[in-house]
């Protein structure tokens, strides 16, 4: 008896001990995702504070950060030595996880950092530290760049033709034990940087496109095992947007007409010593194989002219031309400050076909931007041909006029040895077809691959819901975005224009800002906006600049201002605001300049007004033309107003007093000038509307007047009748005033003009005309007939936060508090997003099934939620198989709820309406 009562003990002591330690590793916090800059473990940044952010993860729920710790130092061994940190922040009692400034001791240039953070939680835990991470500095003061410019003599330019890329080479001896080795690389055009015969880092286009006579970027690769006892230096650059032709009035050489090269490598070795390797009036400079390469263009190239190891050690340049050094400041030099541009993904081709003229044609199944990827064996000198193409016309055959000048054309020369393989390396083309001349032999589909480039921004955003088509509307918009995020956002990747035209990117800002990390590639692009801003204050049509000043088009302009607001709502990014507020203040005093004392911009200025709006061929109605006056003070108030906001965030009292004032005066003009007493407007469009609705911009007493109005428009004309300007805020300001059913009908037609109407004609990316293809099959006019624009994919915003739920709570930006709030309509019976936040990932997932309303959400750690359930009754609602508790508050139709972190499931019957 004894014997069992003392088992019977020890059991219970064992389950005990259990049950602790089961408790205690469920109750961990583990803290990872650790990032710099918005990078994971950045090379060559010159950020001399940067700011660091890290997520946490835990299974339990209500989980909130009330500390951290950062400690730095030079070695990963030293983290773990407190003698030999660096720098620690020591315990700071803050729950921000997200851009925490470092302020350790000053960085110098080439340091390497390596941080780790531990969290302290609201349940008494304390985490382990992370896994280390670091981050580079790049070069820090101008002092330091040894290296000079070279190039190639002046080079003739005929017939306005693209010139052949330039090969530099160089050698050098090492003898010593390296320890560390880095290449800081630039060019005059963009370059492929090679050591030892192998290219160096799988970035393409570099230094990538900046306003390059004021910001130029150079990259920093680690080359420490790239480096031997003999070395062999090379680079190849190429026209690109420094040369090459730009616009649509075949401009070459905007920046300039030389090519130059720049590199500087530095050597670390164990011995504590080091030395710099860099371009000097002793390389040699040639031409080779690349004929020409042209963005626009595309590239002839010769394999004849190939020169087997001409980046190695020994090879034999006797032939080759001494390079001259140029005089071009490096006072500009920048560390790289966006996203690299890559390979991201491949596709194969789904057919190919002979169509009715005879064109031998592949079609790769997705309207993509990049190049192809092409086996090819034959005779030397035989020349294959490649054209590119978005469609085809009605007749099934190649077409490309809708290119204009662009030609869009690659050429490869064969050298006759066994299957050689060719790939573009200096250009890019916008493309689901592909017509091949003079391909020797079969053409087998398994000889070409499609390699899709755009910058490389880590995807965050998903939308799938029940009816096929709006999927594919949501594919659409997100390939219209990979193809246009090419180191700027362009408006098209196609024909000869791929400008970073500000109307485009301003409206679709936070449609982006779901679907991919696009605060780097804001935050690089928004540079440039501000240097190439006109003394006034006024800001270019596109960015960088090449069209020669064009400036100050109200909604194309105001970029300066929306998208440094949106990166500060959708990243928490403050200092976005600090560095752009000059820039965002400059624009702003411009339109009160050009406004005036009455407060409205209604002079003869130009504006692109509700560009590419609903047209007819009625006499009695030519289209929905809003008056651009009323769109350039609309936008004069939202503009100023952000102002406000942003300065009072950064402590800029004065200013956000003045520009609150300044925004409330253009709303009282507005007002009287544009609206009339029983709250109709003088342009009665739904642009119209939509901008004083959403802006904020009719009083009180007569917003329910204005909002018939605009209902009754739609309602009318049973589809949309807006341009850019209109169609980004048109559903969600539907919305605003009540009316989902009008959003939704806008959203299902599938007849022109409507979003689902290219869908039905085969569209795999948002067109730039709501009618580009007509249902004969013919085209609308070749001059501007884009098939991958994305601005009118602006909806998907609505989409992610209306219909499937996430939105933004400007009050604790960068969802660190998110309003979980689905609206099913529009005959939907489920819709889900999912975003990854920097805090981790937030989900909206609804679907109604057997007469029940069943809906899931995902909070992650450190962040908190209101959730709103539609057409919901308080006592009927499940929560995790529940009964929901008593903090929900009931208001009419609706339950409301705060909720902490964790995984949420609800239940509640629900009719649909």
């Not at 997520?55 to 710790?69: P, T």
């Not at 508090?817 to 975003?835: D, V």
Request: hydrophobic content about 35%; glycine content about 8%; proline content about 4%.
């Amino acid at each position: 008896m004894r014997l069992l009562k003392t088992i019977f003990i020890k059991s219970r002591f064992l389950v005990a001990l259990f049950l602790l330690l089961f408790s205690f590793l469920e109750a961990q916090t583990n803290v990872s995702n650790l990032l710099c800059e918005y990078h994971t473990n950045p090379i060559g940044i010159d950020i001399v504070k940067p700011r660091l952010s890290w997520q946490l993860s835990s299974n339990q729920q209500n989980l909130k950060q009330i500390a951290y710790e950062v400690r730095v130092a030079n070695s990963i061994e030293n983290l773990n030595k407190p003698k030999k940190v660096g720098w620690s922040s020591g315990k700071i009692v803050s729950d921000k996880s997200v851009n925490v400034e470092y302020n350790g001791p000053a960085l110098s240039s080439n340091q390497r950092v390596y941080w780790q953070v531990k969290i302290w939680d609201n349940k008494g835990v304390e985490s382990e530290w992370s896994q280390p991470a670091y981050w580079e500095m790049g070069i820090l003061s101008k002092n330091e760049w040894e290296a000079s410019w070279i190039a190639m003599e002046d080079q003739l330019r005929v017939d306005k033709l693209s010139l052949p890329a330039q090969f530099y080479r160089s050698e050098f001896t090492t003898t010593k034990k390296i320890s560390k080795a880095r290449a800081y690389v630039t060019s005059l055009g963009i370059y492929e940087f090679y050591l030892n015969d192998k290219k160096v880092g799988d970035e393409l286009f570099t230094p990538g496109w900046t306003s390059y006579n004021k910001r130029l970027q150079y990259q920093v690769y680690d080359v420490t095992n790239l480096i031997e006892k003999s070395n062999g230096l090379g680079a190849i650059v190429a026209d690109g947007w420094y040369r090459g032709n730009m616009g649509w009035s075949s401009s070459f050489g905007y920046y300039g007409n030389q090519l130059a090269f720049f590199v500087q490598i530095k050597i670390d070795y164990t011995d504590g010593s080091s030395e710099i390797i860099k371009s000097t009036n002793k390389w040699k400079v040639t031409t080779g194989p690349f004929i020409s390469s042209d963005i626009y263009n595309g590239e002839r190239y010769d394999a004849r002219l190939e020169m087997a190891g001409w980046s190695k050690y020994g090879f034999d340049d006797n032939k080759w031309n001494n390079v001259v050094e140029v005089d071009h400041k490096d006072k500009n030099l920048i560390a790289s400050q966006g996203v690299p541009v890559t390979r991201i993904q491949e596709l194969m081709p789904i057919k190919s076909f002979t169509t009715p003229k005879g064109e031998k044609v592949l079609d790769f199944g997705q309207n993509m931007v990049g190049n192809i990827r092409m086996k090819v064996k034959g005779q030397k000198g035989d020349k294959v041909t490649i054209k590119y193409a978005e469609v085809l016309d009605k007749e099934g055959n190649f077409y490309t006029d809708n290119l204009r000048s662009a030609e869009a054309t690659d050429t490869y020369v064969l050298k006759g040895e066994s299957e050689e393989i060719y790939e573009p390396h200096f250009t890019f083309h916008g493309f689901r077809y592909v017509k091949l001349m003079d391909y020797p032999g079969e053409m087998d589909p398994k000889n070409f691959t499609g390699v899709v480039i755009h910058s490389e921004m880590k995807p965050t955003g998903t939308f799938v819901c029940s009816d096929s088509m709006i999927n594919q509307l949501q594919h659409n918009i997100q390939w219209g975005q990979k193809g246009n995020f090419l180191d700027v956002p362009t408006d098209c990747p196609q024909r000869d224009e791929r400008l970073g035209w500000t109307g485009d990117a301003q409206v679709f800002s936070p449609t982006a800002a779901f679907n991919f990390d696009v605060a780097a590639f804001y935050t690089k692009w928004m540079k440039d906006v501000a240097a190439d801003q006109l003394p006034n204050g006024s800001v270019t049509h596109v960015v960088p600049d090449v069209l020669k000043g064009g400036s100050g088009a109200t909604a194309w302009a105001d970029v300066s201002v929306i998208i440094p607001w949106n990166v500060y709502r959708l990243y928490g990014d403050k200092r976005i605001l600090v560095e752009q507020y000059a820039s965002m203040k400059a624009w702003v005093d411009f339109m009160a300049d050009r406004a005036g004392d009455d407060y409205l911009w209604n002079n003869e200025d130009f504006h692109f007004g509700d560009w590419l709006a609903y047209a007819t061929e009625k006499s009695d109605y030519p289209g929905a033309t809003t008056e651009k006056d009323l769109i350039a003070s609309a936008y004069f108030s939202y503009s100023s107003g952000i102002l406000s906001k942003a300065a009072e965030i950064i402590g800029k009292k004065e200013d956000a007093i003045k520009y609150k004032q300044m925004s409330e005066k253009v709303k009282k003009a507005f007002a009287a000038e544009y609206s009339t007493n029983s709250g109709r407007l003088v342009s009665h469009t739904q642009t119209a509307y939509a901008l004083a609705l959403a802006f904020d911009l009719v009083p009180q007493e007569l917003r329910s007047k204005t909002a018939e109005y605009f209902a009754k428009d739609v309602e009318k004309f049973g589809h949309l009748t807006t341009g850019f300007v209109g169609t980004p805020i048109l559903c969600s300001t539907l919305s605003s005033i009540g009316r989902d059913d009008l959003a939704f009908m806008l959203l299902n037609r599938k007849k022109y003009p409507s979003w689902l109407y290219p869908v039905t004609q085969g569209a795999t990316t948002i067109w730039e005309r709501w009618d580009g293809q007509k249902t004969d099959g013919t085209f609308q006019s070749t001059g501007m007939n884009s098939f991958n624009h994305y601005a009118y994919g602006a909806i998907g915003d609505w989409l992610y936060n209306h219909v499937a739920g996430i939105s933004i709570d400007e009050t604790n930006p960068g969802y660190k508090h998110t309003i979980l709030y689905p609206h099913p309509g529009g005959g939907l019976t489920s819709a889900k997003a999912e975003f990854l936040s920097l805090y981790g990932k937030i989900t909206s997932d609804w679907q109604i099934k057997d007469g029940k309303f069943e809906y899931v959400v995902e909070i992650p750690a450190n962040t908190t939620a209101t959730v709103i359930l539609p057409n919901a009754k308080r006592e009927l609602i499940m929560l995790n198989s529940t009964t929901l508790n008593s903090d929900a508050q009931q208001t009419s139709n609706e339950v409301t709820l705060d909720l902490g972190s964790g995984k949420y499931v609800f239940s509640y019957p629900y009719e649909v309406k």
